[in-house]
């Protein structure tokens, strides 16, 4: 690596949260895995049951995935 770069390499730091778990549930249910599947994909990331459950909830309740997000119907 190059000097001139050595500085943005070190200074990014990606950071991992609720959004970022959120998303990573929301990928994979969409790819069609079934609820254990996600949930042990995802165990190490050390999400919560309740959070996971939660997120699935909303997804099945919401009809988001249905209309899709962003679009008007």
Do not use: P
Not at 17 to 39: P, T, W
Not at 44 to 57: A, E, G, P, Q, T
């Amino acid at each position: 690596m190059s000097r001139q770069f050595a500085h943005v390499c070190r200074s990014v730091n990606m950071e991992w949260g609720f959004k970022e778990n959120r998303v990573a549930v929301i990928a994979l249910y969409k790819c069609g895995k079934s609820d254990f599947q996600i949930f042990k994909l995802l165990k190490s990331l050390k999400i919560s049951r309740n959070f996971f459950y939660r997120v699935i909830n909303v997804i099945k309740n919401s009809g988001v995935l249905e209309t899709g997000l962003g679009q008007d119907t």
